[in-house]
């Protein structure tokens, strides 16, 4: 079965400092990933994508992640976060690549950002 | 362009009362949707999913059901709510070569 987990709960940062939200995932065979994005009270926003290809995946509002494979890991990153990056990241992983069916998201427990002045 | 609609936004119920909550996509063909459930402080736990007009399939055994009477509609019930079915419900959908979920703005409901 697949699972995803994302470690922290919750990270405080301050404003223009980097960050890093963690995400692994347990699976043996290929997967594709994601990260989302909720606002408070708001649906979820896709940020970025891994399918294949490059391990380097760049989103939106400056965030990128990078797949290691080895280490079955998909964290998320931005150089300088802003006020505005205030919200909750989820980590999720599509396992079933080759079926042509519905593709299940599986979620990870999300974590929560919060940017401080 | 792709559009997503799902209402309402917010809700109070009474327990024992029934639920209805409607989703409905635009701009795009047999779609799969998706129904979801965050409960407070926790991830996204999928409840239903549907390849198509009457097909629906569970994840969760539980106080739920789901149909999808036309394509681009997707319907959320339950006879008789519990407290425990409080929480955030999204409506997804996703394209049959896609790989992305694109999902509604979610209603919350708070049974009382």
């Known amino acids: 079965a697949q699972s995803v987990t994302q470690l922290d709960s919750q990270v405080p940062v301050f404003e223009e400092a980097p960050v890093e939200l963690r995400c692994n995932y347990s699976?043996?065979?290929?997967?594709?990933l994601f990260w989302y994005v909720q606002y408070p009270n708001q649906g979820l926003q896709l940020l970025l994508k891994?399918?294949?290809?490059?391990?380097l995946v760049k989103g939106i509002n400056g965030f990128e992640a990078e797949f290691n494979k080895s280490q079955t890991s998909f964290h998320l990153r931005k150089p300088s976060v802003h006020i505005s990056d205030t919200a909750e990241y989820f980590c999720?992983?599509?396992?079933?690549?080759?079926?042509?069916?519905?593709?299940?998201?599986?979620f990870g427990s999300g974590t929560q950002l919060t940017v401080l002045p | 362009s792709q559009t997503i609609h799902q209402w309402p936004a917010t809700l109070v119920q009474p327990v024992g009362s029934p639920l209805s909550l409607e989703c409905t996509v635009e701009?795009?063909?047999?779609?799969?949707l998706y129904w979801y459930r965050q409960a407070a402080g926790r991830g996204l736990q999928l409840l239903f999913y549907?390849?198509?007009?009457?097909?629906i399939s569970s994840e969760v055994p539980q106080n739920l059901s789901a149909s999808r009477p036309q394509d681009r509609q997707f319907i959320l019930s339950s006879k008789k709510l519990l407290l425990s079915d409080s929480g955030f419900y999204l409506c997804?959908?996703?394209?049959?070569?896609?790989?992305?979920?694109?999902f509604g703005q979610g209603t919350r409901l708070t049974v009382v």
């Open positions: 997804a959908w996703g394209g049959r070569v896609s790989t992305e979920a694109f």
């Open positions: 699976s043996s065979v290929s997967v594709y």
């Open positions: 891994y399918l294949s290809g490059s391990t």
């Open positions: 999720a992983v599509i396992l079933d690549i080759s079926s042509g069916s519905a593709r299940q998201l599986t």
């Open positions: 701009g795009t063909s047999n779609p799969n």
């Open positions: 549907s390849v198509g007009i009457g097909q």
